[in-house]
């Protein structure tokens, strides 16, 4: 796999597709981001656990990412492909690793041809550069009535402070 992140901090962490016995570790990081990230159970990693990618260093897991595929009503013209559960841990931040998850699981998704990737973040900072774009929330409302509705965390998809972004792939 090619990387865009630089021989040096390349030679730090490898990428891999996650397997079943890393779903305690992926819960456990994702969990540290609870402040910012939806929380995921158990069951559902595990579930989704082929769709997991992870960063790791001299085996230690310090980095995390998932996608899931909205399904649409008739002919899937314009299925989006969210990416989600971006985590790295505290020490390897600003090191390449989130940036190197994000554009793995988008080289992956690339496959089945979606229309768009898309995240409800609170680091639009983050995924701007990765060629990411604001967008209403309105443009993402199977992913509010399929997830947002659920949150735990605000009573309203349209006040919560994440912003809608979406990466154009067609």
Known sequence: MSSPVSEASAAAF?????????????????????????PRS??????NIDRFVVAESDGEMVGCATYAIFPEIGAPLHTAVEIQSVAVRAPWRRKGIGRALVLELVRRVKAFEPAAALVLTFSPEFFGPLGFRE?????????LYTGCINCTKYANPFTCP??????DLK
């Open 135 to 143: 967008v209403p929330k309105e443009q993402v409302m199977y992913k």
């Open 42 to 47: 158990l069951g559902s990693i595990v579930e």
């Open 162 to 167: 994440e912003k809608a972004m979406v990466l």
């Open 14 to 38: 490898a990428l891999r597709t996650a397997r079943l016995v890393d779903a305690e570790r992926i819960f456990a990081l994702i969990h540290l981001h609870r402040d910012r990230l939806v």
